[in-house]
């Protein structure tokens, strides 16, 4: 259990928070490439609590601006896209994708008052079909992370999905690192004796009660759901959190699982997901199937989303959310086609961390050795911010990216006895050559 100022701390993002300074000093994902258009229209965007704008320019550079220009505080969403700049719509004032101030039309002496202000202008950097922004103070940004999800060829943004979440940004990352929970919501009506013994995901039907391996890592945490699997050998479920709020999550075999989340902060009751997935753009969707190749039914189905509008939170809302139940479906529920009656495993995450509350008391929990994935996590994002807030010290990973390298999802099959963590140090060096050592130093 933690106390009600450690709950505090972990989830408020706003400007001047400890967390919220902490993921400042990362590089987070702000939007698709593919939403901005040169010299088209600039575009709401709503990141750690503040107001921004995004847009490309004419020579196809993205800006992403507090949303309010520096002269009369207008709104520059109203302004015009035009000629390598936005222009306020309330006085002609106009600056480039770093803030700097171009023209100021309705001064007869252009010298004479504020020709050096600035918007408040964020550094950019496009990779993967990505937009990333970096809200932090240093004036040269650190590198980006070397996940593989991003780092590997991607030909274009069809392998990544957007989805809003109504719900505090913590307790969405949390699901993403709780393990047992599959069983039960995602895969509670799978019948496990028509399942395919030499399909790792079987395990994950039979035995309900793993046993849970933590480790604190260079780049964050690492777990373990730990099985038995065929005679002579056990099944390994890992996921990796990296700071700030990377999940590379366990949904295919780890050789070939180049998959990440991204769990970033609208503001402290709103999280956008980016799930980056190098399979979807082939149409190759990891579905479960039991032996005979039928799809186990209430497990896949893309999602829907409401129309975009241009407020705050007008972009990637589902269609299915609280308002309707998640689209709850009773009786599919009770002919055993659904644990849930909720359909599709995204949608059945939403609907539990949606209606836990905005932001979760965790006061009130009761925590088992199930969570210690979860327990973890916490403390080792409450000593990160603690420390930068305390100190200006941050995790090694945020300057040597390659730390990243060492993380990863998926499912292993070991010999019985192998210990988790080298089970996983061999399967990475197969994948990387050596790791350098998986254990933190």
Request: glycine share 8%; hydrophobic share 35%.
């Amino acid at each position: 259990m933690i106390s009600a100022a450690e709950n505090e701390l972990l989830t408020r993002v706003g400007r001047g928070t400890p967390m919220g300074q902490f993921i400042r000093q990362f590089w987070a994902p702000a939007c698709l490439s593919s939403e901005l258009v040169a010299d088209g229209p600039q575009m709401r965007l709503m990141l750690l609590g503040e107001k921004l704008i995004a847009f490309r320019d004419t020579g196809g550079r993205v800006g992403i601006f507090h949303h309010l220009c520096p002269h009369r505080l207008a709104s520059l969403f109203l302004g015009r896209n035009e000629d390598h700049g936005i222009r306020c719509a309330y006085h002609g004032w106009k600056f480039d994708v770093d803030g700097n101030c171009l023209d100021q039309p309705n001064l007869p002496d252009k010298n004479k008052y504020p020709a050096g202000v600035k918007a408040t202008a964020y550094k950019t950097i496009e990779r993967g079909g990505l937009v990333f922004v970096y809200m932090g103070e240093r004036a040269v940004a650190p590198p980006l992370p070397e996940i593989d999800a991003i780092t590997c060829e991607q030909p274009d943004d069809r392998n990544i999905a957007l989805t809003q979440r109504d719900c505090n940004w913590l307790q969405a990352l949390e699901g993403d690192v709780d393990t047992s929970h599959l069983g039960f919501l995602h895969a509670g009506h799978i019948d496990a004796s028509k399942m395919d013994p030499n399909d790792a995901a079987t395990y994950t039907v039979l035995n309900k009660a793993p046993r849970i391996n933590v480790s604190e890592m260079p780049f964050g945490t690492m777990y373990s759901a730990q099985r038995d699997a065929m005679a002579g050998h056990e099944h390994h479920r890992f996921a990796s959190f990296i700071f700030p709020f990377w999940v590379l999550y366990p949904s295919d075999r780890m050789e070939r699982n180049l998959s990440a989340n991204a769990w970033v902060p609208i503001d402290d009751e709103h999280t956008m997901i980016f799930n980056i997935d190098l399979q979807r753009a082939s149409g190759n969707f990891k579905s479960l199937k039991y032996a005979d190749g039928t799809v186990i039914p209430g497990m896949a189905r893309p999602l829907e989303y409401l129309p975009r509008t241009n407020d705050w939170m007008g972009r990637w809302r589902p269609v299915k959310n609280r308002s309707n139940d998640h689209g709850l479906d009773r009786e599919m529920q009770r002919r055993g086609e659904s644990y849930t009656g909720i359909v599709g495993i995204p949608l059945q995450d939403q609907a539990i961390q949606e209606t836990m509350d905005p932001i979760i008391d965790r006061t009130q929990e009761h925590l088992a050795s199930s969570d210690r994935m979860v327990m973890l996590t916490r403390r080792v994002l409450l000593k990160a911010a603690r420390d930068y807030r305390d100190s200006g010290k941050l995790p090694a990973v945020l300057d040597d990216p390659s730390l990243c390298r060492q993380a990863r999802g998926g499912d292993i099959i070991s010999e019985k006895g192998t210990d988790w963590l080298d089970a996983y140090e061999q399967t990475m060096t197969a994948l990387h050559g050596p790791a350098r050592g998986v254990a933190a130093e």
